[in-house]
């Protein structure tokens, strides 16, 4: 039997395959209005007639300044609903599943006039990981802009339900916000924000369990491990981990890195590096996981749920590079396909 190839079922979920489109980035909102244009429909569209199994689209920022660069994804205005409602609509015709990974950059907000995060503890990265090759030094929020920063989640989130998501999946990892809340190295606040560096996290989670379907999973992407110098280790984010799953998480996205420079740890960037992280996670907290990082091989995306080291895997830049990847993949495991019927010719 194929294993990537099987349903999977989580709350109200049902998916026909175990493959996930990664969130990623597109910069690519012309009107800096924060909402999908003609890009993001194509780019979307492609990939469900591609087979996959669960889309979700890429990074959505809960403010016009919370956003990555002012080409990003937005979901603060209600006027932003109908055009996602278009792209679902269209998504959904091909059986796929679609769900929307909502977040705050944080201090890694490059367009923002003035970045806000955690703490004031600028962050140092690469000019070559920036859009515009420099970050601004941040501010540290206020308690109740901390608080005001919750309800921003939770309306973004109501959003999401309204125009149709399947899921919702908050970024927790990769230096952003939530993460940057959670990290022992980025948060020096003195308030009880900084005295419990879950707190923040597990009032998100609640905030936007409120507002969805209870049948609706809730997804969390996690960063693991931390690779600057001081960062945080594994046990640091199973602990985060345990408690946000008490909040209401239902699933793990299993990532790393991304606070900042690596200093001695290095990420080792080999196909299936990040699967041990997203196994020990499945393990420690008995919740369903998705494995992220270099799973583009089909033979390693089947092994890893096969192996049952995660229920679902991520592919990124494998799909980048082919909307059909998930297509090729299933010809390529089981010798046998059903693509829509007007590309049949192709992949027989």
Known sequence: MNHLFSPYKIKGLSLKNRIVMSPMCQYSVTKEDGAPNDWHFVHYVSRAIGGTGLIIIEMTSVTPEGRITNGDLGLWSD?????????????????????IQIAHAGRKAEDANQPVGASNIPVEVLPEETMNGELKPPRALTNQEVKETVQQFKQAAERAVKAGFDTIELHGAHGYLLHQFMSPSINNRTDE?????????????????AVMPADMPLIMRISAIEYIDGGYGLPHAINMAKRFKKAGVDVFHVSSGGEGIPGERKPKNTPGYQVPFAREVKKQLNLPVIAVGKLSNPELAEATITNGDAELVAVARGMLNDPYWSLHAEKRLTHKVKPPFQYARGMR
Do not use: C, M, S, W
């Not at 055009?83 to 091909?94: A, G, P, T, V």
């Not at 707190?199 to 609640?206: H, M, N, P, T, Y």
């Open 79 to 99: 006027e932003q609903v109908p055009h996602y409602q278009r792209l679902i609509n269209e998504i959904k015709k091909y059986d796929t599943k679609v769900g």
């Open 193 to 209: 924000y900084g005295e419990d560096l879950a707190l923040f996290g597990e009032e998100v989670i609640k905030a936007v369990k």
